[in-house]
């Protein structure tokens, strides 16, 4: 007998026929409590706030809504509890036009985060997510991914995201990877990604190498990807092309919050990406829109159109460039 899960993601391919869409997103979700404070709290202080704002996140969605905003047509895939905040999420889907595959796992919480925000703008994150939401390879239809002209995976939910990686490959669709954590499973995942666009400090817990240079050009190697980058913050971005190293810095913005950051700049490279656009244009789109995020509270707030993010990347000074970490 089917899951009331697999039951639900059923019924809504009988709604109509699957369409050709640009992106296929699978993976996190995420409703966020974002809590700005004065001051970061010392071990065992008090500290008061004035407000809490609940917004819709998560790595994946995030970027699924950003492409969507900025013209592209995209899926969503993933999986959601029974309860106000799922409810929130297929609102956000509905009204951006998101083709959203949710599935539901009944009588379950969905994932939620609680986010710390200081004066400088810097977040902190709480993660709180339940086994039952956990995206799982059969819950998983091949047509959803096939029929689009790129995937975007997270790696959270890896043995899903290695399906779903899988049949993208073998249809030719490009995959891009966002990885910030040693999952179960990633380097099998890493194996069947062409940009693999990862946090600061991952390459060197997936190689052992400390020079990020060199920890980017074994990945580049071990795993047989297009391109391998490290997002490094106000530093911008290092990425390695098999040829030549592209470091891109940051563009100089008054910082309120960095939540999402990371989610817009994958955005803002996948829609680079899908232009056609050579990879060092790609990178500067990327940083600008993820700086254009940080302009504004939430995961994302500061999500704008491509003009806005294109008037920011000619008006805007760039952080001074950084040599790459050792």
């Avoid at 190697?221 to 530093?235: E, F, I, K, P």
Wanted: aromatic share 8%; glycine share 8%; charged share 25%.
């Amino acid at each position: 007998m089917e899951s009331d899960t697999v039951r639900v993601a059923r019924t809504m391919d009988f709604m109509g026929e699957l369409s050709l869409v640009d992106l296929v997103g699978v993976g996190l979700n995420a409703t966020d409590t974002l809590i700005p404070l004065s001051k970061f709290p010392e071990r065992g202080s008090k500290v008061e706030y004035r407000q809490a704002s609940i917004l819709p996140g998560g790595q994946t969605a995030s970027a699924v809504i950003a492409c969507q905003t900025w013209g592209l047509t995209t899926r969503y895939v993933g999986k959601l509890g029974e309860d106000d905040a799922a409810r929130l999420h297929c609102r956000e889907f509905a009204r951006t036009g998101v083709d959203a595959r949710v599935l539901t796992a009944p009588h379950a919480a969905s994932a939620h985060s609680l986010i710390l925000v200081d004066n400088g703008g810097e977040r902190t994150v709480l993660c709180q997510r339940n086994e039952q939401v956990l995206l799982r390879p059969e819950d998983l239809r091949q047509e959803w991914i096939v029929n689009a002209r790129a995937l975007l995976v997270d790696g959270f939910e890896t043995a899903a995201a290695v399906q779903a990686a899988s049949w993208a490959r073998e249809a030719g669709i490009p995959v891009i990877a966002d990885l910030d954590e040693m999952y179960d499973g990633v380097e099998r995942l890493a194996t069947k990604v062409d940009y693999l666009v990862v946090s600061r400090d991952f390459p060197t817990r997936m190689t052992g190498e400390r020079n990020l240079e060199l920890a980017l050009h074994k990945m580049r190697s071990r795993y047989g990807c297009a391109v391998t980058a490290a997002t490094l913050g106000q530093d911008g971005v290092l990425a390695w092309d098999g040829e030549r190293f592209y470091l891109r810095p940051a563009y100089c913005v008054n910082v309120v919050d960095t939540t999402g950051a990371g989610d817009i700049f994958h955005a803002g490279f996948i829609y680079g990406l899908l232009q056609g656009w050579p990879l060092a244009r790609q990178l500067d789109f990327a940083c600008a829109a993820a700086a254009l995020n940080c302009t504004r509270t939430g995961a994302r707030g500061g999500i704008g159109p491509v003009e806005e993010v294109e008037k920011l990347m000619a008006t805007t000074p760039r952080y001074a460039e950084a040599p790459a970490a050792d």
